[in-house]
């Protein structure tokens, strides 16, 4: 699900799960599994990226629907635990968005410190409240981080998504890269910070991040109680469905 390959001292992790690297539950466990690996590597940073034409397009709604709330109780705090195991990544981690990034997807890309997205028709935007489900509290953490204040209400709110051009113009990624030019270019920004200091990089991530943690530390055993009623809700999973009865399965 995740394949990790090294180049010098940047590790490459890919996210390869089906087609479109939706989340589910497996696949959250795995990435939670290879980005805390990384901690401890010899690695001195990390490239996130994807395969074909789909970074990730997102949670699984598919298999939230057929598992219900049974699996809600399961892949919540698997979602949670893999944004944040990359939200609190003290190693430079550089994303190489390869095509759409959507929802989850987007989140894992605003989890990284670099953004840098290929030319062509990929989007990224969040539209959880589309699809009918609240953002867990990680998500609207890592949104601050992926979204310029400007564009933050947008983005969460109408779940408006971005092509490439404007996205880099929002602010919302940080380079356009030609699509061969895009794994060259991300392993050569990570190892630009990968020659900071290990310590020096740590402590100012953990320092521009603070906030948002100590909230996610006091708010989060609320929060992600009051996420998982609404996500088992009769309410938030008919909305699900009419989702995707309206889009995945045209």
Known sequence: MIERTQDGDVAVLTLCHGKASALDLEFCESLERAVAAEED???RAIVLTGRGAIFSAGV??????AGGAAYVDEFLPALDAALLVLFRCDKPLVAAI???AIAGGALLAG???????????????????????PFP???VEIAHELFPPAVLGPALYTGRTWNAEEALAAGIVHELVEPAELLPRALAQARELAAIPASSYGISKRLRRAAALERLE???PRAAHEVRE????PEVLAAVEGYVARTLRR
């Not at 699984?60 to 629907?65: A, E, W």
């Not at 989890?111 to 489900?133: N, S, Y």
């Open 41 to 43: 590597s010899p690695a």
């Open 230 to 233: 609404a996500w088992s809700s």
């Open 98 to 100: 390869n095509g759409h």
């Open 60 to 65: 699984d709604l598919k298999r939230l629907l």
């Open 111 to 133: 989890a990284c410190d670099l953004r840098l997205l290929a030319r062509g028709p990929a989007t990224i935007g969040v539209p959880e409240l589309k699809v009918g489900v």
């Open 218 to 220: 006091r708010d989060g």
């Open 137 to 139: 509290q990680a998500a």
